[in-house]
């Protein structure tokens, strides 16, 4: 096997043979243009991921090759319309015998869970508002566990285990130089709009395996489910007060515009800076990943979250 791939799928590049376990991310069947059926697997290891065709699947094939299954796969890296694909050769089901397990083809954060939450209380800590600090305490105390698990996405940014928490922490060191940057903001606002900002997905996504959507987050999303858990909270709290309406717009409008997914846009200071620092936060996570899995004088496959564009790595950065 080449030595690149030994390193994981993430780092494979076009001609490159693979003989390895991978595990099936997603599964969709599709007709081909001659009316025979074919399944599109997204496969991944703790690397990376990437698509792979299964052609002439049989009935046998979409009941056994579905999301959470581990595979035995022999195939060659080929790239198509910009995107690495992995060409099947041969596919079957690892067997008991192999001794793997879900958890190694699980990409985590790159900073331990118990750090990133330390970096949470400090920055709770830090709050000098009562109510604001409340809420976000009881947010915290009761999202702890799936926080300090989920991805921050099912897809494009934070795709890993701890992902959201990471997402969230990394956004608090931006919102502190900020700060110092810019005195007048309202830190304590802006923190409490960070850690809540995207904690509607605990509801919105499935879990950290095989992240798909659930039926409440197919039909109402992240943010309106997490505006109107910020009101109940409050409620049970008895925090009253303009804190509650700004927080819940921070959520509302931290998707920047319409188009974005964003039911409000930011109409408050710090509403704008946290649309802003989330929108930082994620680029610089897809393209620092991406970027690492490429040579210097090469470009990365096309990012489909950012305009579909290939980024060059400077040959000087080695």
């Known amino acids: 096997m080449n030595k690149s791939v030994n390193k994981g799928i993430g780092y494979a590049g076009i001609g490159e043979k693979i003989d390895d376990f991978l595990l099936i991310k997603e599964a969709t069947r599709g007709v081909a243009s001659n009316g025979k059926p074919f399944l599109t697997l997204i496969l991944r290891d703790a690397t990376g991921e990437i698509e792979a065709k299964l052609w002439d699947a049989t009935k046998e094939d979409e009941e056994i090759f579905v999301p959470e299954q581990i595979v035995r796969l022999n195939g060659e890296i080929n790239q198509f319309r ?3 694909q992995l060409k099947i050769m041969a596919i079957q089901p690892a067997q008991p015998t192999d001794d793997v397990h879900v958890s190694q083809f699980v990409e985590k954060a790159p900073v331990h869970r118990d750090v990133l939450m330390e970096k949470l209380t400090e920055a ?39 992902g959201l928490a990471h997402h969230i922490v990394s956004m608090l060191a931006l919102a502190k130089e900020f700060h110092t940057l810019y005195p007048e903001i309202n830190k ?17 996504l499935s879990g950290v395996v095989t992240t798909t959507y659930t039926i409440e987050g197919k039909l109402l999303g992240h943010i309106p489910m997490m505006v109107e858990e910020i009101g109940r909270v409050a409620n049970e709290l008895q925090i009253e007060g303009e804190e509650v309406l700004i927080l819940k717009h921070l959520v509302l409008s931290h998707h920047g515009k319409a188009e974005w997914g964003s039911p409000k846009p930011p109409l408050v200071r710090e509403a704008e800076i946290l649309h802003l620092i989330d929108l930082i936060d994620a680029k610089m996570n897809m393209l620092n990943r991406a970027l690492t899995k490429v040579k210097p004088g090469e470009f990365t496959e096309r990012l489909f979250a950012m305009d579909n564009r290939q980024f060059y790595k400077p040959v000087f950065d080695e």
């Open 82 to 84: 910009g995107k690495l």
């Open 124 to 162: 709770i800590f830090e709050m000098k508002n009562p109510a604001m600090q409340r809420i976000v305490r009881a947010f915290i105390k009761k999202y702890q566990e799936p926080l300090l698990t989920y991805p921050a996405a099912s897809k494009n940014h934070h795709e890993y285990v701890s």
């Open 188 to 204: 304590d606002l802006l923190y409490s709009g960070i850690i809540l900002h995207d904690l509607g997905k605990l509801k919105e």
